[in-house]
């Protein structure tokens, strides 16, 4: 059976900056989506943040075996319950894949269980992204280093909890060093983050960027479908901790 993925990303810089349109005329998502299209192991879909439930019903998760997720500027508007929806899934089974500013969204936040800030960020930096994990699946046919021209800088100290691997990480022209490419298991689900793809540099259809990207998915897959749990009205209403188990 093919692996079902679900592209999500919030799609504002796309629809209100005609910069970044230029860059992603069918939106970061579609960038995305389309790197993974010729990829036969894969069935690929995009929902963006500004469709009906945010593009996250359940029907969309209880058919989505791997989850990427690009936010940046709309992170806060996410719903709660789609954050723990999504929480829910990863820990039965779902893969997820949380793409640069990611890092700060509530899906992954509630994922990792840390606040996942880095210390800091520069626009219009290059950036170097090393293999640390030579044998890992996530960096078969991946120079090393990768290299960007243009990129936008995260560095250290990153908050993350619970690492399983480190698989990339970058350097900049500042002196900077970031972990990059980092995996973690949360349940029976498999979870990775990678940094490079901010929204005003043409990185999702770099060829390398899309093979690192289309690895990872074929990496977080879960071996066999999971039976979605549904998230009830009475989980929904409740205070979220997402520092502790749900």
Not at 9 to 33: C, F, K, L, M, T
Not at 168 to 191: A, D, K, L, Q, Y
């Amino acid at each position: 059976m093919p692996i079902r993925v679900t592209v999500w990303s919030e799609n504002y810089h796309e629809r209100h900056q005609p910069e970044i349109a230029a860059v992603y005329p069918d939106g970061i998502h579609g960038a995305i989506a389309a790197g993974l299209a010729d990829d036969g192991r894969f069935e690929v879909r995009t929902r963006t943040q500004d469709q009906p439930d945010q593009g996250l019903g359940d029907d969309v998760l209880d058919e989505t075996d791997v989850l990427i997720w690009w936010g940046h500027a709309r992170q806060g508007e996410v719903d709660d319950r789609w954050a723990t929806a999504v929480r829910a899934r990863v820990i039965d089974g779902m893969g997820l894949i949380a793409l640069h500013s990611s890092l700060n969204s509530k899906p992954f936040r509630a994922v990792i269980g840390s606040s996942c800030r880095s210390a800091g960020f520069r626009h219009g930096d290059s950036e170097l992204v090393w293999t640390a994990a030579a044998d890992h699946p996530i960096t078969a046919g991946v120079p090393s280093p990768i290299v960007m021209a243009d990129s936008e800088m995260y560095c250290e100290p990153f908050d993350i909890a619970q690492i399983d691997e480190v698989v990339f990480i970058s350097s900049f022209g500042g002196g900077e060093v970031f972990r990059s490419g980092v995996t973690f298991r949360r349940g029976r689900g498999r979870v990775f983050y990678f940094g490079p793809g901010h929204e005003e540099y043409p990185i999702y259809h770099d060829p390398i960027v899309r093979r690192v990207i289309g690895n990872a998915v074929a990496w977080t897959a879960p071996a066999a479908r999971p039976s979605h749990p549904r998230i009830g009205p009475e989980r929904r209403d409740k205070p979220l901790d997402w520092f502790r188990p749900a």
